[in-house]
């Protein structure tokens, strides 16, 4: 049996059922070190681990755990908060995010703070876009132009309106986004949480809302370097291409373990949402249309 072992969101390495006995014992491993094994949902402190009940009787320096109460808490963020552990909290979403996780209250209003600090990084970076956003319309107009397709005229007439709308209009549009973002964000949440529950998961409302904040705050920091890319359409183009699928792959990871749930079971409600929403308004415009007659 292969344990994997992780201690305030690092990797300690992955041990048999006899070699964690033996290092809890000499102290290497820790009865609060978070531990996972194939088949489990979720990674759990050693010190819940039947297979260790002698380890945590005989102790007398660290006390049984018999909750998740806050010493227990896993995710850097929740410990205090501050730029330093923002930064650990987005390393450990990618990089190990079942460990990050783990344990954690997932309160919303303990998430505000850090999703504004995630728009604060990104903001130079989204009003870099919108100044270059009339730029990277005439160049895709351009493109177009050049195949002298009629077919394309409408786009192009469509991305040259678009390219000589000031550009001050995207930035304060930005701007005052940002302002609610982690309100428009719980929405994003409530709806996800919505789709998880017509797949039976049993995950609540404020898990699903962190899981939003954390997830999109992994994508937008991830993406944010390329936008500088946005001057050059084609490269833009190109490393969207290549890259929107890992990042999507980082959201998915992150989010799922902050509600305990396999990334691809959050995939599959985003899907089941979007089949939902293109039915509803497919059902909408076709009542409009027939109103209209």
Not at 100 to 127: C, E, H, M, Q, R
Request: with cysteine; glycine share 8%; charged share 10%.
């Amino acid at each position: 049996m292969q344990i994997h072992v992780a201690r305030n969101s690092t990797p300690l390495g992955v041990y048999t059922q006899v070699e964690v006995m033996d290092a809890l014992k000499e102290g290497r491993l820790l009865l609060t070190d978070l531990a996972w094994r194939e088949g489990m949902s979720t990674w759990v402190p050693l010190s819940q681990w039947a297979e260790f009940s002698s380890v945590v009787q005989t102790s007398t320096s660290i006390p049984f755990i018999s909750g998740f109460g806050v010493g227990s808490v896993t995710v850097p963020w929740e410990k205090a908060k501050s730029l330093q552990t923002f930064w650990a909290t987005i390393k450990g979403a990618i990089v190990n995010p079942q460990a990050t996780f783990a344990v954690g209250n997932f309160k919303f209003s303990d998430y505000i703070l850090f999703s504004y600090i995630g728009v604060l990084f990104y903001l130079p970076f989204a009003i870099y876009g919108q100044w270059q956003g009339a730029h990277l319309n005439e160049q895709i107009a351009g493109y177009l132009r050049a195949l002298n397709n009629p077919a394309f005229d409408s786009t192009i007439h469509a991305l040259m309106q678009s390219a000589e709308q000031p550009a001050y209009y995207g930035i304060v549009g930005f701007l005052c986004l940002a302002m609610v973002y982690p309100f428009i964000l719980a929405v994003g949440g409530f709806f996800q949480w919505l789709g998880l529950k017509i797949l039976r998961q049993k995950v609540t409302i404020e898990q699903s809302i962190v899981s939003s904040i954390v997830g999109v705050a992994v994508a937008n920091l991830c993406f944010a370097p390329f936008v500088l890319l946005m001057g050059v359409a084609w490269l833009y183009f190109l490393f969207m291409a290549l890259l929107w699928i890992p990042i999507l792959v980082l959201h998915c990871r992150a989010s799922a373990a902050v509600m305990k749930i396999s990334p691809w079971t959050l995939f599959f409600s985003w899907l089941i949402l979007g089949l939902i929403f293109c039915s509803c308004c497919c059902c909408l415009g076709a009542f409009a249309a027939l109103a209209a007659r």
